[in-house]
């Protein structure tokens, strides 16, 4: 028999956690991140990272376990998870796995296998050349053709998936799509839940909640990490960082800064969606302000259902 699973997943500042928290206490589970900026120390506020009291004593897995200038794949999180799974499920507790990064969620449902070659620094540096030299959209293409799947997974400004897809290939000869190999079945028995709310209603509360990070002192975090020269490191491509950059540097205003971070979070949102629509069989619920704990309610009585089945 599979083992079973709880999965929340929907666009940021949608309530993902806050739901999490309810099931965890309502069916004696515990959580486990799904986010993949999440893992890093230090980064709290501008990865809206569960809070003490927000916990309200739930065990939380995969938050703080690495420091900011460690490299983290998603190879890395199937294995940590599925490894959390299993001990979680040990002690006799459900599993509630709580995110919005797409492909780290589905690698751990399906049976994805991933490439295990090695960064080549002197390759990523010849295809960085690449990117200055001819802009980022050269090399993008480039992608577009050997391995179109994979490049409609990736923006074109996330250079870092970009370079690894085309290193994976001038390696190996075979793409990342041909690596890796997903099941039409998930491993685990899953309900996965997602969470929608009326688009302009949620892109205010993004809004809103950008302004909240940076009353909260997202700018430390940001200054903290310049300042310990970690701008080159993955941690600080994640949205949330990046565009606070220049401010911290003194080469943007602080208005224009905000805008674009408020700008690239709803983008974000957005792609969220998509992610989720055409990869996972998701069972969407609509959350409004007013209907969200009658909706949270019918949820728990939906779960029921499902953790009582055989």
Known sequence: ??????????????????????????????????????????????????????????????????????????????????????????????????????????????????????????????????????????????????????????????????IRALEVYDRTGVTMTEQSIQSTNSIYDSKIIGLDMERSVLYNRINKRVDEMIAKGLLNEVQYMVEKDYLDCQSMKGIGYKELIPYVQGEEKLETSIELLKRNSRRFAKRQYTWFRNKMNVEWYAITLETKDKVFQNILLDLEGFLRKK
Do not use: W
Not at 4 to 16: D, L, S
Not at 50 to 71: A, F, Q
Not at 87 to 97: L, M
């Open 1 to 162: 028999m599979k083992p079973k699973i709880i999965v929340i997943v929907g666009p940021t500042a949608v309530g993902k956690t806050a739901l999490s928290i309810e099931i965890a206490k309502k069916f004696n589970g515990e959580v486990i991140s799904g986010d993949s900026m999440q893992v890093y120390k230090k980064l709290d506020i501008g990865t809206a990272k569960v809070t003490k009291e927000e916990m309200n004593g739930i065990t939380h897995h995969m938050i703080d376990i690495l420091e900011p200038y460690e490299s983290f794949s998603v190879a890395d999180f199937q294995s940590r998870v599925r490894k959390c799974i299993e001990d979680i499920h040990s002690r006799g507790k459900n599993v509630i796995i709580a995110g919005g990064t797409g492909l780290y969620i589905q690698s751990v449902l399906y049976n994805y296998q991933f490439s295990n070659e090695a960064r080549d620094n002197q390759y990523e540096q010849k295809i960085i050349d690449d990117i200055n030299t001819h802009g980022i959209d050269y090399v993008y293409g480039r992608l577009q053709q050997i391995d179109p799947e994979q490049a409609k997974k990736i923006h074109p400004n996330n250079e870092r998936r970009v």
